[in-house]
């Protein structure tokens, strides 16, 4: 059974960045396809950004698309979010998700086709 825990997440201004870290236990994530959800309050939890098992793939929402970058290292068991040019609407509690790469199609958007999650971490920016 993986665990994920989020970390990273603080207070910033408009345009600082951030880097988000989502280190996995109890099994390698090296098989599982990654992704960063977002929830701002009074909001559905949101698709930011996604990563194939290898790699080598990657998705984003298109709002944050050109600004943040979604990375993997297997040999750590951790993902990686990087934020840049925060803006205040970027402002959320911020999940990691998992999900085994099991051959078959992968909505690596939908909230649905995650089956692990983190508790989360809030992410302010202030304008």
């Known amino acids: 059974q993986v665990q994920l825990v989020e970390s990273g997440g603080g207070l910033v201004q408009a345009g600082d960045s951030l880097r988000l870290s989502c280190a996995a236990s109890?099994?390698?994530?090296?098989?599982?396809?990654m992704g960063w959800f977002r929830q701002a309050p009074g909001k559905e939890r949101e698709f930011v950004a996604a990563i194939s098992w290898s790699g080598s793939t990657t998705y984003y929402a298109d709002s944050v698309k050109g600004r943040f970058t979604i990375a993997r290292d297997n040999g750590e068991n951790t993902v990686y979010l990087q934020m840049n040019s925060l803006k205040p609407e970027d402002t959320a509690v911020y999940y990691c998700?998992?999900?085994?790469?099991?051959?078959?199609?992968?909505?690596?958007?939908?909230?649905?086709?995650?089956?692990?999650w983190g508790q989360g971490t809030q992410v302010t920016v202030s304008s």
């Open positions: 109890g099994r390698t994530i090296s098989d599982h396809a």
């Open positions: 998700a998992g999900v085994r790469d099991m051959g078959r199609y992968i909505d690596y958007v939908s909230r649905a086709t995650y089956d692990v």
